[in-house]
């Protein structure tokens, strides 16, 4: 580790070459243009259909702000990867549910994402993965402590 290495540092590098990697993986392979976050929410979406799954859900799944969810969930919609549906018990919410369009898509997109995990995971042992994923759900706690630290000051 070099003296002066962050972890924010090092996080953010890591997201936009894994970002880039994404993002070529799918141009090359002549996929529809989608992000890898949209990727995910297609997953979750899809792992979770007969559910009912509103924007509040994603926002905490995924730790990201309403705005931002908001544009995605635009952005897919326009795409015809999911549409809003209204819920009878709450006309205020609407519920996010997959096109089938969407669900041809999404095995070429899952297959992707499996790629990238084993370019990703390639020569890890099993006890480095599990201190990866102990210090990574540690520095996520730590965050969303703070954020709700600051939320009561």
């Known amino acids: ?3 002066n290495e962050t972890i924010a540092h ?3 590098c890591t997201n936009n070459i894994i970002c880039r990697a994404v993002h070529k993986s ?9 992000s890898p976050i949209q990727i995910e929410i297609l997953q979750y979406l899809f792992k979770n259909q007969g559910k009912n799954v509103y924007q509040k859900d994603l926002e905490q799944l995924f730790s990201i702000r309403r705005s931002t969810v908001s544009g995605i969930l635009k952005t897919m919609e326009k795409n015809g990867s999911i ?23 999404f095995e070429d997109a899952k297959r992707h994402m499996r790629k990238m995990n084993k370019i990703l995971e390639k ?3 099993t006890n480095d993965k599990e201190i990866f994923f102990k210090v990574i759900h540690q520095v ?3 965050l969303l ?9």
């Open 123 to 125: 020569n890890i042992d």
């Open 26 to 34: 799918i141009k090359d392979n002549d996929t529809y243009h989608i």
């Open 1 to 3: 580790m070099e003296e």
């Open 145 to 153: 402590e703070q954020e709700r630290n600051n939320k009561n000051d």
């Open 10 to 12: 090092a996080l953010g």
């Open 83 to 105: 549409k809003r549906v209204s819920v009878s018990e709450d006309a205020r919410v609407k519920k996010i549910v997959l096109t089938e369009e969407a669900l041809s898509r």
């Open 140 to 142: 996520q706690n730590n």
